[in-house]
């Protein structure tokens, strides 16, 4: 099962767990207030899985590719790898699915506190259009994942301060109807 936690105030390192300490454990009901959906799938059968077809058709995810984050892959590895750790939003869900290796999203909680959600082989994970967050890898330096969309992929980012875009608002509502 996924591991969450509140994040300690350090910059250093983010490929470093960072838990606060004392430790603050965050689990899925709390992740699930915050809009975040997570499933446990078996990444060995990805290709041919009844239930990741069932999440893709109920939520519509009709366009997926694979991505391998690590430097002998990926290309402009150490600018991506920067780039996906600056605090952003989307106007859209964004979906992962790790299929190999390991990583963290970060996602800000309404107290506007850092969570960190640890990803590993076989967890998928929807944050909702409007959340703060950003990616790392983990000291291993790899992930395999499989990136999933509704209709045509945006890979558009918009870094902090984005609250002026209607998806930021929308989620705001839910944030407030949640508490």
Known sequence: MVQAWYMDESADDPWRP???????????????????LYWKLDADKYENDPELEK???ERNYCWMDIITICKDKLPNYEEKIKMFYEEHLHLDEEIRYILD???YFDVRDKEDKWIRISMEKG???TLPAGIY???TLDEKNYVKAMRL??????????????DHFEARGQYMKFLAQTA
């Not at 960072?18 to 975040?36: F, M, W, Y």
């Not at 969309?149 to 870094?159: K, L, R, S």
């Open 18 to 36: 960072h838990r606060a300490e004392p430790s603050r454990p965050v689990d899925l009901e709390q992740l699930r207030k915050l809009g975040v």
């Open 55 to 57: 999440i893709r058709k």
């Open 101 to 103: 290796g390991s990583g």
């Open 123 to 125: 967890d998928m994970i």
């Open 133 to 135: 967050h950003r990616f």
């Open 149 to 162: 969309f509704v209709g045509e992929p945006v890979w558009t980012a918009y870094n902090r301060p984005a």
